[in-house]
């Protein structure tokens, strides 16, 4: 369960990292720009061939979230708070976990994300 809510993290701030990560690559490019110009030439390269790097990468932490959670949901616990989850009654129904509120489509995408029950802090 902790290597699940890991990943949930990771992926749900890759995004965001990623777009920090390639602003200051730009700042560095900017402050080098009159100083060495071969530095700004090499960071926009790097950017251009990073980028579908960035994409494929972003894409596998997501089959490894899916991965993670389908493998907790056939042990029979939820994927956000590791307690006792219901097998859905039809195949393809959501998977909906009583203790905190999320629920599991079949694939492993979560559907539903409800503040804990001491609310925002
Ligand atoms: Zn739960």
């Given at each position: 369960m902790?290597?699940?809510?890991?990943v949930?993290a990771?992926r749900?701030?890759f995004?965001l990292g990623?777009?920090?990560?390639?602003v200051?690559?730009?700042?560095v490019a900017?402050?080098?720009?009159?100083?060495f110009?071969?530095?700004t030439?090499g960071?926009?390269w790097?950017g251009?061939?990073s980028?579908p790097?960035?994409?494929?990468?972003?894409?596998m932490?997501?089959?490894?979230?899916?991965?993670?959670?389908r493998?907790?949901l056939?042990?029979?616990h939820?994927?956000?708070?590791g307690?006792?989850i219901m097998r859905p009654?039809e195949?393809?129904?959501e998977?909906?976990?009583?203790?905190?509120?999320h629920?599991?489509l079949?694939?492993?995408?979560?559907t539903?994300?409800?503040?804990?029950?001491?609310g925002p802090a």
């Amino acid at each position: 369960m902790r290597l699940y809510l890991i990943v949930r993290a990771l992926r749900e701030s890759f995004l965001l990292g990623i777009f920090w990560l390639y602003v200051l690559l730009l700042v560095v490019a900017l402050l080098c720009m009159f100083a060495f110009p071969p530095v700004t030439i090499g960071l926009f390269w790097c950017g251009l061939v990073s980028l579908p790097l960035v994409l494929i990468a972003g894409r596998m932490v997501h089959m490894l979230q899916h991965l993670l959670a389908r493998r907790l949901l056939s042990r029979g616990h939820c994927p956000a708070c590791g307690s006792d989850i219901m097998r859905p009654g039809e195949p393809g129904m959501e998977w909906y976990c009583g203790q905190c509120g999320h629920g599991f489509l079949a694939d492993g995408e979560e559907t539903l994300e409800v503040e804990s029950p001491a609310g925002p802090a």
